[in-house]
């Protein structure tokens, strides 16, 4: 019997209804949007406005829609693990909100927080579990309620985040199509530099930790670029080299959507064009977890069998990590 690996078997995507265009951002904080665009490549981002609602409900509406488009019964599901830094509480995990409002029963379900890095950290777990035979039918999905942690009242950091969710179905296949290789990687070092100072068991919330708006997300934007633009070209290019893999053998590079100008630097390093990138910076922004499997969602109709995609992140940690896919459908 040939080797098992994990293919993904079925994309789907969520954004919110609400968009909040650069010419919106202007009425909030002194930005344009020719500043915007040039630096970012960013145009507008989708927010998730309604009251009582987080991460779950967007994470629960794109696994909902994958079920129904690859016609699984949610008592089908072994395992469902969620990408997040934005979980609707501190505990219990997102993952359990989503299975209850699927009714998805008695399986295991958690959280990965990787931030930007959380999907790819999310399929090398979720495809282990299917690579060793014990489960069938895993879930896999990236949320983030970006706009909960944004002060925006800063310009630097309130123009690039958006919200939305991504969930693949991952199944064994022995054909030697799905997850062939992946590499995650993580430096504590860099913490500081992107981070929600308060809310944890260091800085629980007070008076002082609001008033000093530590519930925000902070970030040190040269410093994360730097890392960003070496860390995510290093670790895609180190895929290829281990398996192999020539600018011309990929057909697709699916980068984390942070910046216009990481990915364009991380397709160079790779020596792949910019008509070999997925990209959808422009209308949703970062939407950390999110990002990587809504390019999947927009991206779908393109993608053939045995497409091979190289999939790259870097986020908060700092985490960064790639993945080698060889499309299964």
Known sequence: MRQVTASISGIEGYVPDYILTNAELETLVDT????????????ERRILKDPGLGSSHMGARAVQGLLE???TDPAEIDLLICATITPDFVFPSTANLICDQLGIRNIGSFDVNAACSGFVYGLELGAQFIETGKYKKVVVVGTDKMSAVMDYTDRRTCILFGDGAGAVLLEPNYEGYGVIDTLIRADGAGYNNLLQRGGGSRYPATHETVDARMHYLYQDGQQVFKSAVRNMA???AEMMERNRLSHDDVAWLV???????IIEATASRMGVGMDKVMMNIERYGNTTAATIPLCLWDYEKQLKKGDNLIFSAFGAGFTWGSAYIKWAY
Do not use: F, L, M, Y
């Open 69 to 71: 488009k690859t016609n």
């Open 255 to 261: 980068p984390h959507q942070a910046n216009r100008r």
């Open 32 to 43: 344009n949007d020719e500043w915007i665009v040039s630096r970012t490549g960013i145009r």
């Open 234 to 236: 290093d670790v895609s």
